[in-house]
């Protein structure tokens, strides 16, 4: 990579700062949720449109791709995909922001939005150096990274890595527990698997004072919460990350009403393929015995979701010693595993894949809150140094 490209990406990228900053606030302040963001696809649309971008299609009904091609590529080339996710989540912004969500109860508190705007940037950069690309760009800005089944998932099965071929794909996330100006890299297995549980217990309900003649669904229940985890203390091999929480319990009763019906519902995370199928056998197995054991039934769906995700460990090497040519050492971070889970993961099954984090947070400015927390926000210089390192990518 020559001096020349590098000086380009870094001056461009600074250039470009304040046009971004525009497209990721008012982003920001227009959320939508999963598999509804056809007004941010718009917005991308026009934003390519204006760009210059060519080839811009829809895809999973308010997903966006665009090809960015130099004179010497085709489209029977193999092409680098750089993927963006769109959508918000269901929570109320606690922030006191000029760039505040307009939209009750919905916020982009996990930072597509600064994903969406680093890639729209991206584009604009890469445009103007379209012939001095190593290889086409296909620009995939994805729906629903939020919510299984995951946006991904339904863009291969609706082809996005085909016509044109993509051979590789490139994303980065926000990380809120990294200073703006660093980038961490996690070679090979990085991320969990993650699938959902939910049941319903159905009892019998009846008065407080006579529970020997109800079948008690608050305790069948809480006997799941803490029987269960003996699944991953005694079943799953104590090197293998593994986690097992229940987030929901839900009993509408009263102080003297045991109620009829309790609603569960939980996650299920791990990092090997292998115990992950045992183990929801195993979760399943229990429930139903246990639950029967009480004299109750149960309404069981586990839902699969997203698998592990593993970086390619070529890629990485390669992106992380690129990104030393414009980030100090000290600014390039190692990252261990996390039992947190993307979507991105199902791209990871396909091609190989590099998913890198940003630095986002900034304590002098308080800016200090994690993803899902209605006060997250970021140090928006994030944005360029962003652009930088999903820039350097590419060659």
Not at 59 to 88: M, P, Q, S, W, Y
Request: a negative charge.
């Amino acid at each position: 990579m020559t001096d020349h490209l590098l000086h380009f990406i870094q001056k461009k990228s600074e250039e470009l700062f304040e046009k971004v900053k525009g497209y990721r606030e008012h982003l920001h302040q227009y959320p939508e949720l999963s598999y509804q963001e056809e007004q941010t696809a718009t917005f991308v649309e026009n934003k390519l449109k204006e760009i210059g971008v060519s080839n811009i299609q829809r895809v999973g009904k308010t997903g966006v791709t665009a090809l960015i091609l130099g004179e010497k590529h085709t489209l029977n080339d193999n092409f680098i995909g750089l993927r963006a996710d769109l959508d918000a989540l269901p929570i109320h912004e606690q922030n006191d922001r000029p760039y505040k969500s307009k939209k009750d109860g919905i916020m982009h508190a996990c930072g597509h939005d600064v994903h969406t705007s680093i890639l729209l940037g991206v584009a604009e950069l890469l445009l103007a150096i379209r012939n001095e690309l190593p290889f086409p760009i296909k620009l995939i800005f994805q729906p629903g990274e939020e919510q299984n089944p995951g946006g991904a998932s339904i863009l291969i099965e609706e082809g996005v890595l085909e016509q044109p071929h993509v051979s590789k794909l490139y994303a980065l996330h926000v990380f809120p527990e990294l200073e703006v100006g660093k980038i961490g890299f996690k070679e090979g297995l990085y991320m969990a698997s993650c699938d959902e549980i939910h049941l319903t217990i159905n009892g019998k309900g009846g008065h407080g004072a006579t529970p020997h003649q109800c079948i008690d669904p608050i305790v069948i229940g809480a006997t799941l919460v803490t029987s269960l985890q003996q699944i991953v203390s005694r079943s799953c091999d104590p090197k293998t990350p593994c986690v097992l929480t229940f987030g929901h319990f839900e009993a509408l009763g009263a102080t003297n009403i045991i109620p009829s019906k309790a609603k569960l519902k939980g996650t299920f995370r791990t990092m090997d393929e292998t115990w992950r199928a045992k183990a929801l056998e195993l979760i399943e197995e229990q429930i139903n015995s246990i639950v029967a054991t009480f004299g109750g039934t149960v309404e069981l769906e586990i839902r699969k979701g997203y698998p592990c995700l593993i970086n390619d460990e070529s890629l990485t090497k390669e992106l992380k010693n690129k990104s030393l040519k414009l980030f100090n050492n000290k600014d390039i971070v190692d990252l261990p595993i996390r039992l947190t889970s993307e979507d991105f993961s199902f791209y990871s099954q396909k091609a190989p894949v590099c998913f890198f984090r940003l630095g986002v947070a900034n304590k002098e400015k308080g800016i200090i809150y994690g993803v899902h927390h209605p006060q997250f926000d970021i140090d928006e210089n994030a944005l360029k140094y962003g652009m930088m390192a999903m820039a350097l990518s590419v060659f």
